[in-house]
């Protein structure tokens, strides 16, 4: 996964996949040697771009630009949901399915969350598929079906509690990971099926933005 990761944007999948990993495990290491004052700095400003690197590798899968809205403040618990999607897109990257769906049913945004996995996915699914990874490409596009029949699944489910809630959903535009848009240009955009099973009551009726 990491050298498909690096063919896209080979600095921040370095960033994301080696250079983390690499001082966490000198840490490991010399743990009794660990200058605090020398190392402990670098280590924790590391971390923010970790984080970084991956919301910008997320924006070049999906070539989409960067917003300008900042998704995290003093907020305590903010900072800890934010925290949380860091990890989840972690564990996207390094198809982590058990992992990726605690983090997502943890988080926020969850509709328009699940639609952006669901789009990386997708995406990593086909440029494994151009390099002959056959067997990574099937598992990603399973991966990558799995939130997305998360999400219909949440919207069914919300139509039938508050139509006009889950109506109006589909148009409230959240920020996920820096990029901004609303759950249906988002899955209009990445071509991403859905169909909501119980849009009249003989659920009969589908909706489908995209095939």
């Keep these: 996964m990491q050298w498909i990761l690096r063919q896209i944007a080979q600095y921040e999948a370095r960033t994301v996949c080696h250079t983390y990993r690499c001082l966490l495990k000198k840490k490991k290491k010399n743990n009794n040697r660990w200058k605090k004052d ?3 700095k670098y280590y924790e400003d590391l971390k923010f771009s970790v984080a970084n690197a991956a919301k910008k590798l997320c924006l070049s899968i999906l070539s989409y630009e960067e917003t ?10 903010n900072n800890q949901y934010s925290s949380i999607s860091d990890l989840l897109l972690w564990a996207i990257f390094a198809n982590r399915k058990e992992l990726a769906e605690i983090c997502w049913l943890r988080g926020t945004d969850h509709l ?7 789009a990386i996915l997708k995406k990593l699914s086909e440029k494994a598929s151009n ?7 099937n598992d990603l596009e399973k991966h ?15 139509y039938e509690e ?10 409230d535009e959240a920020t996920v990971w820096k990029i901004k848009s609303s759950p249906l240009t988002f899955a209009y955009e990445n071509v991403i099926l859905i ?11 589908m909706v489908v933005f995209n095939d």
């Design 38 to 40: 020398k190392h402990e």
């Design 68 to 77: 300008d809205t900042d998704d995290t403040d003093d907020n305590p618990t």
């Design 112 to 118: 328009m969350t699940g639609l952006v996995c669901s």
């Design 131 to 137: 390099v002959k990874e056959q067997v990574l490409s």
């Design 144 to 158: 990558s079906k799995l939130f997305e029949q998360r999400c219909l699944t949440m919207m069914d489910s919300m």
């Design 162 to 171: 508050d139509t006009k809630h889950a109506i109006k959903l589909m148009d």
């Design 195 to 205: 169909v909501f099973t119980n849009m009249t009551r003989d659920n009969k009726k």
